[in-house]
């Protein structure tokens, strides 16, 4: 969508949310700020306890920020209860109604809001299409699947056509397959829906497949915000590399910076360039990362990047791990895809060169 | 031996359980039996008959003190049901707040004291307070029952409650439902099954008690066990046996109820 | 417009003070009726008995001297209360017997409810529950037809010839013990069983595993992890076992009075109001120090599973 404008649908603005007082005290937000554009599909990924899930909640108003704001639309929502803000949750046990049936739930939101009638039938109508379970709307939640709780679930969140849907999780309870099924229609959804989506995960892969832009979290902060390819091509700092993906960490001095570019030495002695994080200029010593794949093995000698030895070789059907020790005593993993017949000769114990290309490394800010 | 090792076989137990539900069983059977015995005297069998149950319908003092039973059942189990679901909703589902402890404790209080002594307390301060007033009525019987049949109603309901999730509750906020309605639509119809069960139990409690009413009660105010109580230390008769076994009847209508209240699952 | 903090302080102290007031009418009724009463009770102790009843608003440790002692009437000389002491000794004996006997019967019999198939499991529940939402009195009433002199016992004995004269079990000591007995059952199996329900049966596996016995997996094994159970239904029998009232009136004819007895005692023909009371808090001492002793135990080696 081109003609997207960039307005913020939610806004959060240096908060912090301290959980117990005096010495048990614990920073489950420390001055957070981040801003999510209207129809985005935004996800909060991290580790269970970064604080992604009480960011949701505190979005939601489950609870109440410590310090700073919330705005929707740039209006203040953070002291209001969670039944006066036009936002709407997915949990993760979906907590579907055990005594009301698949209409009900979905229609319970609509008649809170003392919608009439006919309009809540015709709106109740209208999602059980939109997740496809016209044929279960009479059902008791405890009488079907998990897979079609969850799209209950979903159509109970978006029915009142909140300005926020708010997701925390919900796929972790499906096994791989309907997962997979689910990352796609959520996509859909949002797309023919319009709505904002904030969507919790600690799946990275969840997160990557699906999302506009993605922030990383870790210990209370957000570290990075950026799209998948930013994320992963261009991860700014050590965490965000390892969380995501498999990564590969150099040693390497600065050398210069040209055109927002940086040329850095490898401990070989070897120059090769390397991006920087946005406004980030360091001096002296670095780590760099690069990713497995984003290296080529080549036959020992000068034209190398680096060299070292094959310690082990991982098949893995779609593609090859090579376990390096290079000279300078580092690990490094390559990842090779596979063809078929083709034999290479390199073989455990054996020495080879690393060719690192113009767009495989980036520097770290740690 | 070795193939039909069984890992929950302990020696002697089962002969041991079977005793003890014919124990159980055995004494009512035969009070059950002797109530439809013709004869007088409760120690021959003088044939079938319902003359025990009709002699126990004609008997004023016995209906009267039955009618009494249920009216001041009903009345204690009605208001301590309602005190225990809101004491349930109080003391659960919530981060330890000053004062909770507290409360665990004073609604636990009347399980922790023998009954005699309850009922002495209650003798001296009732007594205090009929002076004073003068007022000599029903009130003091269900204050009492009222009180003691708190904690057996709060049992189930604080029980339905601490495994009722509160994502529900939240969901429902999420979904514009006002702290009341998310109350009336879904955590009362959720802890319904507890508070039938709280109240069963109740009325079952304040239906059973003879000791603290044996105290509080004034004259004339028999109970249909305090009545019962009375005519066991006359003597017995089968007429005795034929109210028991109504008794029982109830019991069991009771307790089949609340079973099937508190094996339904959401 | 307030900031999220102090919208979020308001909550926590709204939410405090809702839970206090919707615990209030509970927490009055047990203060009038059930707990401000025995703080009364415990001021009557020391007063002076009125002459028909009631109290003389005069201090008096007297009563509390003689729940153990006696004034002797010609020399005022203070010994020990031989009567008080023997229905004090009684009422222990006899609430220790009843637990250990329910305790033993309960056990196995819980074990045996416990390890039943999940569908006959409720079958067994509701016939233990049945007894027990059972009026007591009239169980009592049950047992009473059973063991006296005419009763189904003594009636098979002497048809068998096993005696020649009816064995008198009514109206002693052993009947009380079997009445309450047989009226605290229930109470011993149920939290007995809800604890054994809970239970591990792979740990018992691992336990047979590693060499056990049948004995030692009871003991090692099974026991510890019930214990709680096990503590809560001896607590349970324990407490209505000692203040017993309807069992040694019905069972023990009045004639081996028991605690609950002696109290009533000073209320009616005694009229001693003040010993009364000060033998009622002499009860609920007992009670507090059995169950101090209890907690203690169960804090001790307190395993917790589930």
Not at chain 2, 13 to 23: E, K, N, S
Request: charged share 15%; aromatic share 10%.
């Amino acid at each position: 969508m081109p003609d997207k404008p960039d307005r913020n649908a939610i806004e959060v603005v240096n908060v912090s949310k301290i959980f117990g007082s005096g010495e048990g005290q614990v920073a489950a937000l420390d001055t957070v700020s981040v801003s999510i554009r209207e129809n985005e599909f935004f996800t909060l990924l991290g580790p269970s306890g970064c604080g992604k899930t009480t960011l949701l909640r505190l979005i939601a108003g489950f609870d109440f920020p410590t310090a700073g704001e919330i705005l929707l639309y740039g209006q203040d929502i953070a002291p209001l209860p969670p039944f006066k803000r036009p936002v709407n949750t997915v949990f993760q046990s979906y907590a579907l109604f055990p005594h009301m049936t698949v209409a009900d739930n979905i229609g319970f939101g609509l008649e809170m809001l003392g919608k009439p009638k006919d309009q809540i039938k015709a709106r109740v109508a209208e999602m059980l299409k939109l997740v496809k379970m016209e044929a279960l709307a009479g059902r008791r939640t405890s009488q079907i699947s998990g897979g079609q709780q969850q799209r209950v679930a979903l159509a109970r969140a978006l029915a009142p056509q909140p300005k926020v849907l708010l997701l925390d999780e919900p796929l972790s309870a499906l096994d791989y397959k309907l997962r997979k099924e689910m990352q796609i229609e959520l996509k859909r959804l949002q797309h023919e829906t319009g709505i904002t989506f904030i969507f919790v995960t600690h799946d990275q892969e969840e997160a990557l497949t699906m999302s506009d832009r993605i922030a990383v979290m870790s210990s209370g902060k957000i570290l990075q915000v950026g799209s998948p390819r930013d994320i992963y091509d261009r991860p700014a700092e050590r965490f965000v590399a390892d969380f995501i993906g498999e990564s590969n960490f150099l040693k390497a001095d600065m050398v210069g910076v040209s055109g927002g570019r940086a040329t850095v030495k490898l401990s070989s002695g070897v120059e090769i360039p390397a991006t920087l994080p946005e406004g980030f200029n360091p001096n002296g010593k670095v780590t760099i990362v690069v990713r497995p794949e984003h290296a080529q093995l080549s036959a020992a000698g000068p034209a190398a990047s680096l060299s070292g030895t094959v310690e082990n070789i991982v098949y893995l059907g779609t593609d090859t791990h090579f376990h390096l020790r290079l000279a300078g005593g580092e690990a490094f993993i390559v990842r090779r895809q596979n063809s078929r017949g083709a034999s290479d000769g390199i073989v455990q114990g054996g020495q080879v060169g690393l060719l690192i290309g113009n767009d495989a490394a980036q520097v770290l800010k740690d | 031996m070795a193939s039909n090792f069984s890992i929950k076989h302990q020696p002697g137990f089962t002969a041991i359980a079977a005793t003890c539900f014919i124990v159980l069983y055995l004494p009512i059977f035969v009070l059950v039996i002797y109530a439809f015995n013709a004869a007088t005297s409760t120690s021959e069998w003088g044939g079938f008959s319902l003359k025990w149950f009709q002699s126990a319908w004609q008997n004023t003092q016995v209906i009267d003190a039955t009618l009494l039973s249920f009216q001041l059942g009903a009345i204690a189990a009605l208001l301590s049901t309602v005190f225990a679901t809101m004491a349930a909703l109080a003391t659960t589902r919530t981060a330890s707040y000053p004062g909770l402890t507290f409360k665990y404790a004073a609604i636990n209080q009347p399980l922790m004291v023998p009954e005699i002594v309850t009922g002495v307390a209650l003798l001296i301060f009732f007594s205090r307070i009929k002076i004073f007033t003068g007022y000599s009525g029903l009130g003091y019987l269900i204050a009492a029952h009222t009180a003691f049949c708190i904690p057996f109603a709060y049992l189930p309901i604080r029980a339905r409650l601490e495994n009722m999730d509160l994502t529900l509750e939240r969901a429902a906020a999420d979904l514009y439902a006002t702290p009341w309605k998310t109350f009336r639509r879904i955590t009362l119809p959720l802890l319904w099954p507890g508070i039938l069960a709280g109240l069963m139990l109740a009325f079952v409690i304040s239906l059973d008690d003879v000791v603290i009413t044996e105290f509080v009660k004034s004259g004339g105010q028999d109970t249909l066990p305090t009545y019962m109580l009375g005519q066991i230390r006359r003597g017995i008769t089968p007429e005795i046996n034929a109210i028991s076994t109504a008794f029982l009847l109830l019991s069991v209508v009771i307790v089949t109820l609340f079973f099937f209240i508190s094996r339904k699952r959401d | 417009m307030a900031t999220a903090e102090e919208v979020a302080k308001a909550a926590e102290r709204r939410d405090v003070r809702d839970r206090w007031l919707l615990s209030a009418p509970a927490l009055l009724v047990i203060f009038l009726a059930a707990t401000g009463p025995l703080l009364i009770v415990l001021v009557y102790s020391f007063l002076t008995p009125g002459a028909y009843g009631d109290v003389k608003w005069q201090f008096s440790p007297e009563s509390w001297i003689s729940v153990f002692m006696e004034r002797d009437i010609f020399d005022d000389t203070l010994s020990i209360a031989g009567a008080h002491v023997t229905i004090f000794l009684r009422s222990i004996k006899l609430a220790v017997v009843t637990t250990i006997a329910t305790l033993a019967l309960g056990f196995p019999t819980a074990y045996f409810m416990a390890t039943r198939s999940e569908k006959t499991r409720d079958l067994w529940l509701f016939l233990i529950t049945i007894p027990f939402w059972t009026n007591l009195l009239i169980r009592t009433f049950a047992v009473l037809q059973i063991i006296r002199n005419e009763g189904i016992i003594n009636t098979i004995l002497l048809k068998l010839g096993l005696v020649s004269a009816p064995v008198q079990i009514l109206f002693t000591d052993t009947a009380i013990l079997i009445g309450m007995a047989y009226v605290y059952l229930p109470l011993m199996v149920l939290p007995i069983y809800a604890s054994m329900e809970k239970l591990d049966f792979r740990l018992v596996e691992a336990g047979y595993d590693l060499y056990a016995t049948r004995f030692k997996v009871l003991r090692k094994i099974i026991f510890p992890l019930v214990k709680p159970g096990v503590i809560a239904g001896s607590i349970l029998v324990f407490i209505p076992a000692l203040g017993a009232y309807v069992t040694p009136v019905v069972l023990g004819g009045g004639k081996n009075m028991m605690l609950s007895n002696l109290i009533e005692l000073q209320f009616g023909q005694g009229r001693n109001w003040p010993l009364g009371s000060a033998l009622s808090i002499t009860v609920m001492i007992i009670v507090m120090v059995a169950l101090l002793a209890y907690v203690r135990n169960a804090g001790k080696s307190g395993v917790r599973h589930g």
